[in-house]
């Protein structure tokens, strides 16, 4: 049987390769930077909002005081859902993966845009639309398997505060809302992940916003992308307590097994929404009385470092943050994704703006004289 040539030129994962050019996000890996636009992601945790960040990534530049009134009261005003798919989420059965419900709402939202609606190269309305939509279909979907009536709507919230409202059906403090709100700003965007090039891929054919974000979603599901701080927490509560952290960690390592919530692709030293995000941990720990989850992740830390080298990655936090909120563990991802979409929606206006078909080639590995054999002359 005869085989193409070795596969020399294959870069298995796209590794190391430079697909697109991209003005909305950077990554010093060597350095622990992000940036969004140019600003460092630091100085926009710290000063900017979740609604300022993404008018940033969808036009490139901070907007004024009149823009960003104008995007929340539309991003408020947009929060409904049509009626038919609000009836579609209900009749979900009530134990689906969270992440499978906001694929097909999200889906099933495109059937219901006007066709001028449909987002074009410079249209941001789509955008709006699904930023708006993402809480309303989880908390719609939360309430429902929870045996609850949907919340009424609450325009005075911002996107953060209603987000944590749509979930737990409680109205957070000041700085639960403001650790979500960081939380979401950390999340919008991080260059050519998985689920934001499944989303170019998609934009790449001149499909629609819809499209390439129920690829992104379905991408994302996956627990190679979205879920690790899921499993951090899990973890957490298989070690139960700080003084058998070293023990736990320490037999897993031994195991050759991955500790989630360590390491990372492209940052070489910590990652700088991991830090970000422990400050803010250990904030509404302490406003919370309850450091349990920081002093084993601490601890965790130390071991992992000292053992392995490693250093820890954003969804080392974002599960026990969550949790402290009172988020249930399988939105942790649906979470992602209401903050993420602000990154996709940027990626695809960008991918519309110097449009090129997303199509690499396969190294082909197998034969290539075979004939057709009559199916009554073929072997078992
Ligand atoms: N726990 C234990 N060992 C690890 C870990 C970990 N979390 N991460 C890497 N290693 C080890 C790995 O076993 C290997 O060791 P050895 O050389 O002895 O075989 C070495 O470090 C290099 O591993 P690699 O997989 O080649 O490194 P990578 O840079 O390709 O991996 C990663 C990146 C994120 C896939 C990996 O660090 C990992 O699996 N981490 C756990 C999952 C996780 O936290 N994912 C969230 C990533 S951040 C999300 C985001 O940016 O959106």
């Keep these: ?63 004024t005081r009149a823009q960003l009134d104008e995007l929340k009261q539309r991003l408020v005003g947009l929060r409904g859902l049509p009626e038919p798919l609000a009836r579609l989420i209900d009749s979900l059965p009530t134990d689906s993966n969270p992440m499978d419900m906001l694929r097909t709402a999200v889906s099933g939202l495109g059937l219901f845009e006007q066709p001028e609606e449909q987002p074009g190269p410079s249209s941001v309305e789509g955008a709006l639309r699904l930023t708006a939509t993402l809480p309303t279909m989880i908390g719609r979907f939360q309430r429902r398997r929870t045996g609850l009536a949907p919340l009424k709507e609450r325009p005075d919230l911002s996107h953060a505060e209603n987000l944590l409202y749509q979930i737990t059906g409680r109205e957070g403090s000041e700085i639960e ?54 499993r951090a927490v899990e973890l957490l509560d298989e ?12 037999a897993k390592l031994a195991r050759h097994e991955r500790i989630m919530g360590f390491g990372h692709r492209v940052y070489k030293v910590e990652d700088p929404r991991a830090t970000i995000l422990r400050a803010w941990l250990h904030r509404v720990g302490e406003s919370a009385g309850n450091l349990h989850a920081y002093e084993m992740l601490e601890k965790e830390r130390e071991v992992v470092h000292r053992k392995k080298g490693l250093y820890s990655n954003l969804d080392l936090y974002s599960g026990s943050l969550y949790s402290l909120l009172g988020v249930p563990k399988d939105l942790f991802t649906p979470i992602f994704a209401v903050s993420r979409v602000a990154g996709w929606a940027a990626h695809v206006l960008e991918e519309y703006q110097d449009l090129r078909l997303i199509r690499p080639s396969a190294l082909y ?12 002359e073929r072997g078992p």
């Design 1 to 63: 049987m005869e085989h193409a040539a070795p596969a020399e030129v294959v870069q298995r994962g796209l590794q190391d390769i430079v697909a697109l050019e991209s003005h909305i996000t950077f990554i010093d890996g060597k350095g622990g930077r992000l940036l969004y636009e140019g600003y460092d992601i630091r100085d926009l945790a710290e000063h900017a909002t979740f609604e300022e960040v993404a008018y940033l990534l969808w036009h490139g530049r901070l907007p």
């Design 239 to 250: 070690i139960q307590d700080v003084s058998r952290v070293d023990e736990v960690v320490s």
């Design 177 to 230: 809302n403001r650790a979500l709100d960081v939380a979401l700003i950390l999340h919008a965007d991080h260059e050519l992940n998985a689920s934001t090039f499944a989303a170019r891929v998609t934009a790449s054919t001149l499909s629609d916003l819809y499209s390439a974000v129920t690829s992104a979603i379905g991408t994302l599901k996956g627990p190679l992308h979205g879920g690790a701080n899921e």
């Design 365 to 376: 590995v197998g034969p290539t004289e075979l004939h057709y054999v009559p199916i009554a």
